[in-house]
Each structure stands twice: as C-alpha cells, then as structure tokens.
C-alpha cells in the first residue's frame, strides 16, 4: 500500500505525508488521517488527506494499517 489507492487510505490510520511547500526537499510528516480530501480512486501522486494536526498533504507511505 503505497497511498495512491483511496480505497487503501481510512480514517484514523497512521501515515507519512508530503506538504506541496517540502516537494522539492522531500520532507515528509507524520500523522492520523483525519479527513480524505481527495475524491478520486486513484491519484499518481497519492492520495490528499488532512490530518488529526490540521497538516494537508498527499500520502506517501502508510506506516500502520
């Protein structure tokens, strides 16, 4: 599961997420997913979600299922 599939990404799951101002420096931030901002099933980039945090960025990685 590498986040680019939304039916792989819920509520509540523990993710690694990149901000559109880190793209160029590839930091990634983790967090709770607290909302799916994303209405497509599928996104080459990954999915955008909204974090527990307020942080809204697109899933890089899904650290815990």
Do not use: C, W, Y
């Not at 939304?6 to 990149?18: A, M, T």
């Not at 709770?32 to 527990?52: C, E, Q, W």
Request: charged share 25%; proline share 2%; hydrophobic share 35%.
């Amino acid at each position: 599961m590498n986040g680019r599939n939304r039916s792989d990404i819920v509520i509540g799951l523990k993710v690694s997420v990149i901000q559109k101002a880190d793209q160029r420096s590839g930091k990634r931030t983790d967090g709770v997913v607290a909302a799916i901002l994303t209405n497509s099933s599928f996104h080459p980039h990954g999915i955008k979600v909204r974090l527990a945090d307020g942080t809204v960025g697109r899933v890089t990685s899904i650290t815990e299922s």
